[in-house]
């Protein structure tokens, strides 16, 4: 977390000046249901998600875009998104294991124009599992 608040630290200067700017951490399903037996990890996760919220309070007014991408289950590149272990594809109402193509899908979005309306946010990819 001590990243994150740096890097914010240190790029939010350019973009007040520019009144333009997009700010994309990366968390955990677990941010939100807890990681038994690793309650630090969960709690580093769902800082993420905290230190997100308040900047995108405190910097929305400035045409800056905080959010958080919570990507579930995912295959690496190239390998078969249906070949996940049989525990993890039962929780995951699609079926498959995601793609980092559709996390970066994601990414792109917010970090794009189309993103502008969108403050503040966890957002997950994960195919529907449940947290």
Not at 14 to 20: D, E, F, V
Not at 50 to 57: C, F, H, M, S, V
């Given at each position: 977390m001590e990243a994150a608040r740096w890097l914010a630290r240190e790029c939010l200067?350019?973009?007040?000046?520019?009144?333009?700017?997009?700010?994309?951490?990366?968390?955990?399903?677990?941010?939100?249901?807890?990681?038994?037996?690793?309650?630090?990890?969960?709690?580093?996760?769902?800082?993420?998600?905290?230190?997100?919220?308040?900047?995108?309070?405190?910097?929305?007014?400035?045409?800056?875009?905080v959010n958080a991408i919570s990507p579930g289950p995912t295959a690496k590149d190239?390998?078969?998104?249906?070949?996940?272990?049989?525990?993890?594809?039962?929780?995951?109402?699609?079926?498959?294991?995601?793609?980092?193509?559709?996390?970066?899908?994601?990414?792109?979005?917010?970090?794009?124009?189309?993103?502008?309306?969108?403050?503040?946010?966890?957002?997950?990819?994960?195919?529907?599992?449940?947290?």
């Open positions: 200067p350019g973009m007040l000046a520019r009144g333009w700017g997009r700010i994309i951490s990366f968390t955990g399903m677990n941010a939100i249901q807890g990681y038994d037996g690793h309650a630090a990890v969960s709690v580093a996760k769902h800082g993420v998600w905290g230190l997100t919220k308040a900047l995108a309070k405190e910097f929305g007014r400035h045409g800056i875009t190239g390998e078969d998104t249906a070949k996940g272990p049989p525990a993890v594809l039962a929780r995951i109402p699609a079926g498959r294991l995601g793609t980092p193509a559709e996390v970066a899908a994601l990414a792109r979005t917010l970090a794009s124009e189309a993103g502008a309306f969108i403050n503040g946010q966890m957002l997950q990819v994960n195919g529907g599992t449940q947290t």
